[in-house]
């Protein structure tokens, strides 16, 4: 049975840093691949980063996550990371961790490709 459990949100100023952590349990694929979400309110869930869970280069959704965001994974502790630095207020909204077995880079952006999610954490930046 698959598990995808997030933690690490909270309450930070902005300018401060935030590590999500997502521990995943279950069969992974060649192909598998977990990566990082959020959803502010009254907004669609949007893409941040993914990783292959066998290894190669991150995927970011752009160059501005990319400068503050990194993503990571432990293999041995079968746990992937979102080490978020330089929080400003926008960033404010529900981090999802999620996980699916995906062949293409592009198709990593893609929420309807990972088949499964955990439940959230909160991330929250004061101004």
């Known amino acids: 049975q698959v598990q995808v459990v997030e933690s690490g949100g909270g309450l930070v100023q902005a300018g401060g840093s935030l590590r999500l952590s997502c521990a995943y349990s279950g069969r992974t694929s060649s192909n598998h691949v977990m990566g990082w979400f959020r959803q502010a309110p009254g907004k669609e869930r949007e893409f941040q980063a993914a990783?292959?869970?066998?290894?190669?280069?991150?995927?970011y959704a752009n160059a501005a996550v990319n400068v503050r965001f990194t993503i990571s994974r432990d293999y041995a502790k079968n746990t992937m990371y979102l080490q978020m630095n330089s929080l400003k207020p926008e960033d404010t909204a529900v981090y999802y961790c999620?996980?699916?077995?995906?062949?293409?880079?592009?198709?990593?952006?893609?929420?309807?490709?990972?088949?499964?999610w955990g439940q959230g954490t909160q991330v929250t930046v004061s101004s």
């Open positions: 999620a996980a699916g077995s995906i062949e293409t880079t592009q198709a990593m952006s893609d929420k309807g490709r990972y088949s499964y």
């Open positions: 990783i292959r869970w066998r290894g190669g280069a991150p995927y």
